[in-house]
């Protein structure tokens, strides 16, 4: 799979742009800087089961490799079909492997970090990609903790040192 700076037209659609702003946050907060989207590189691939024109750009699956952050990446999945384009969900690690297995109309996702090895698949419960077997990172894990500061409307940021307002 390989993975590219820019952007085609279909990748730029109203729909991917819903898709990309769910997974923008988490938990009611913004997740990623804005700089980390357009750092971001895409990869087309089709993940579902069954028939499809390999010509039709528009039901394309979109994975964003997010930038790197503790040795690995976030995969965001966009998933696309006829029916509409969802959230997908996150998939961790190093590098991706899109697997020639399929569970609940998916394909499985593998990724490697520090030598071990998870499998995502996707949850018709949760309509996502949910790893099988304990999770190489949680998405919460990289969430800043919001503090208690002497004014109510001033959020602490660690990362920069210095407080900006919400």
């Not at 819903?18 to 895409?42: C, H, N, Q, S």
């Not at 949910?130 to 109510?152: D, L, Q, Y």
Request: glycine share 8%; net charge neutral.
């Amino acid at each position: 799979m390989s993975f590219t700076s820019n952007a085609q037209p279909f990748q730029r659609a109203d729909d991917v742009g819903y898709a990309i702003t769910e997974f923008m946050w988490f938990k009611g907060r913004p997740y990623y800087p804005v700089g980390a989207l357009a750092d971001a590189k895409i990869a087309c691939v089709r993940l579902s089961a069954g028939d499809f024109d390999e010509t039709d750009e528009d039901n394309l699956d979109l994975i964003f490799r997010m930038r790197e952050a503790d040795g690995g990446h976030f995969f965001e999945v966009v998933l696309r079909s006829n029916q509409g384009t969802a959230y997908g969900g996150w998939v961790w690690g190093r590098e991706i492997e899109i697997l020639n297995e399929f569970v609940n109309g998916y394909r499985v996702l593998a990724t490697t970090c520090a030598g071990s090895r998870s499998r995502f698949e996707y949850c018709q419960d949760l309509r996502r990609y949910k790893c099988i077997g304990p999770a190489p990172m949680e998405k919460a894990s990289f969430t800043v903790a919001h503090e208690k500061t002497a004014h109510p409307n001033i959020l602490p940021a660690r990362i920069y040192k210095h407080q900006l307002p919400r």
